[in-house]
């Protein structure tokens, strides 16, 4: 399995993970950059943004608008992957802003075709068995993969924090999953 960070080794926002294996491509988060930072601009990827995308599926961490805030950007017929309750905390604040901010009409039709997951039910997609784990942090709903791919495991951790009130389990999640 190779791993690709296109963004998000010099930033905080804005980060897209890339793991493939065998021409198949799974994608970690793509949002926004944070205001006030360096930009990197639009990103050109081979198989998320532009390409054959056929082999390609993106899994979004958390709702947070700096992992999720440029899906819309994205080919149409990219399967996205979100968690069940992520997927509809982002329609209603989607829907509630929708009248300020167009962009948030084409998140909802974006998420409405959004495939969900929930925490401790794996689900595969191409050679990748993908297992969602909740971790501790400010957005309800917010995970971290372990991805495998002939053998080969990951830990992706996604946003996590050590001070709220789930984060006792992280040593007991690193122990399990890393």
């Known amino acids: 399995m190779k791993i690709t960070i296109h963004r998000g080794t010099h930033q905080i926002g804005g980060c897209v993970t890339e793991y493939e294996y065998n021409g198949w491509r799974l994608f970690v988060d793509y949002g926004e950059e944070l205001p006030g930072g360096p930009k990197s601009?639009?990103?050109?990827?081979?198989?998320?943004?532009?390409?054959?995308i056929s082999k390609?599926?993106?899994?979004?961490?958390?709702?947070?608008g700096d992992h999720i805030g440029s899906?819309?950007?994205?080919p149409e017929k990219l399967p996205i992957y979100i968690g069940k309750v992520g997927r509809e905390i982002q329609l209603v604040l989607s829907n509630h802003l929708k009248s300020v901010d167009g962009i948030h009409q084409e998140m909802i039709e974006r998420l409405q075709h959004a495939n969900t997951f929930e925490a401790g039910k794996g689900f595969s997609?191409?050679?990748?068995s993908i297992m969602p784990i909740t971790v501790d942090h400010s957005a309800f709903d917010a995970y971290a993969f372990k991805i495998e791919a002939d053998g080969v495991n990951?830990?992706?951790?996604?946003?996590?924090?050590?001070?709220?009130?789930r984060s006792n389990k992280l040593p007991e999640v690193i122990q399990k999953y890393a």
């Open 41 to 52: 601009g639009d990103l050109q990827i081979e198989g998320l943004t532009h390409g054959d």
């Open 125 to 128: 997609f191409g050679p990748f």
């Open 71 to 74: 899906i819309t950007k994205l």
């Open 154 to 165: 990951a830990f992706h951790t996604g946003d996590f924090r050590t001070h709220g009130f």
């Open 56 to 64: 390609s599926a993106l899994l979004i961490t958390h709702y947070h």
